[in-house]
């Protein structure tokens, strides 16, 4: 290996470790967990040298790696047969919202994150999924498509409804919150 390959990698990994950790944690794995499937992840980058120039979007592919791996450790862990799409169904992935911690001291600031985190937590793991990276992470659908394995028609449809969903539950927080004060 290079030092320009070296060097490459250890930008690549440092401009996408904290994204790739907050993604792995949303799937509910611990730290080391996480962390441990991220570096198996570079480390095949490091031994497959023309791999980083064949991807177009090298981005989305570290994500849809991290996801594989993190699916693969699961499957392994429960032992069990079923194929990778069926466990990637089965894996929960929750959000945490991150509000600046000034802002988590006024009190408006701190309802808006309740309200957030509830509508959140009115939507299936896949719908929090798509969200964050959608709008988190700031994919586009041909990316989205391709880290969570559907269609890049199932993955607009998806986000829609998803959207379609909170807007609806915002219109009824909002009531019940006006009602109630």
Known sequence: MTDRHNKQIDVLYRAHINELFAYAIGFGFDSDTSMDAIHDVFCRICAEKPLVGNVANIRAYLFRSVKNRLLDIRKTRHDTPAPVDEIAEMVPFRIETSVEDELIEDEEQA?????????????TDRQREIIWLRYEQNFDYESISQIMCITESSCRKLIHKTISKLREQAWKVSLLFLIHF
Not at 114 to 122: D, G, P, T, W
Request: glycine content about 0%.
């Open 111 to 123: 309802q808006l994150k309740r309200k957030v985190e509830q509508l959140l937590k009115n939507l």
